[in-house]
């Protein structure tokens, strides 16, 4: 049964909205990873001059970019965009804090705490602002005694591939207990927490919501490998990236704070403390 020329008229205008509304759709969501696409871009080329030796130039980058989201954040209407612009805000922040540090290039075990407990007040604000639920933060203790274990192992295998890469100094005189349970606290509570609350918490699920699952990955570990840009090799940047892409992973799979912040931990405890020490009879040195 044939349809009246009206009815027909009527579908095609119904079709036609339609589909102006999905090419519509389609354009926000191409300007959204434009408008997100150009700081994350801004951050990898200040990065990039700090591997070449560039500090000053790098510090002025950062320096704008910082400026810049924040003045953004106020003028864009796109809830999507400037909860990303803030939660992007964290890393010429980080990176800022880090090049103030007039211990920065003399690391020791108390310097990063010196970096990252200042970072505490900016991180837990962002997290207010943000309105991220417990599930997207990863706040649960679920399985945590089967982490606990499995974060040992992968940070230990991760821990001898960074450390082949960067041949990286004890940050401990010895392996006494008192000194592995200050390495401890030092490399979990401080770096590994902050560093995953910025990284995968809070800007790998905003990326996320911008780009998809995979991309949003990829993108926060590109940005957690250059952020390592200042040990000045290039294999460093490239075998961060790999284990941001691990560690991204696993956290867009389990959603465990605690599980990437053990690994995290664990990575750093092995990398400037025990291999260092025991790297000769592990045969790697």
């Known amino acids: 049964m044939e349809l009246p020329a009206k009815n027909k008229e009527n579908i095609s205008c119904l079709e036609a909205e339609y589909q102006e509304t999905n090419e519509l759709e389609n354009l926000k969501i191409r300007n959204k990873k434009v408008y997100v696409g ?69 690391t020791t075990l108390y310097s990063f705490i010196f970096i990252y407990a200042p970072l505490a007040i900016p991180v837990t604000i962002n997290v207010a602002y943000q309105k991220l639920t417990r599930e997207d933060m990863g706040l649960t203790l679920s399985k945590i005694w089967f982490y606990l274990p499995l974060s040992v192992l992968i ?27 200050k390495l401890a606290v030092v490399m979990v509570f401080f770096v590994g927490l902050i560093e995953e609350v910025i990284f995968r918490s809070i800007i790998q699920t905003r990326l996320n919501k911008i780009y998809g699952a995979w991309r949003g990955i990829i993108l926060s570990s590109i940005l957690f490998g250059f952020m390592h840009s200042a040990y000045g090799t290039f294999y460093e940047v490239l075998y961060t990236l790999f284990v941001g892409a691990i560690i991204g992973y696993m956290f867009y799979k389990t959603r465990s704070l605690p599980l990437i912040t053990l690994i995290h931990g664990f990575v750093n405890i092995f990398l400037f403390g025990v291999i260092p020490h025991l790297g000769p009879g592990l045969g790697l040195l």
């Open 38 to 106: 150009i700081p994350i871009l801004a951050m990898t080329f200040a990065e990039v001059l700090i591997y070449f030796g560039k500090i000053n130039e790098a510090l002025w980058i950062h320096m704008a970019i910082l400026i810049g989201l924040s003045l953004s954040t106020t003028l864009t209407k796109n809830e999507d965009i400037y909860k990303t612009y803030q939660a992007l805000m964290l890393l010429p922040l980080l990176r800022l804090v880090s090049l103030s540090m007039p211990i920065f290039f003399d």
């Open 155 to 181: 940070g230990f295998g991760l821990g001898i591939g960074e450390y082949m890469v960067i041949q990286a100094g004890y940050l401990i005189p010895d392996l006494s207990p008192l000194n592995l349970l």
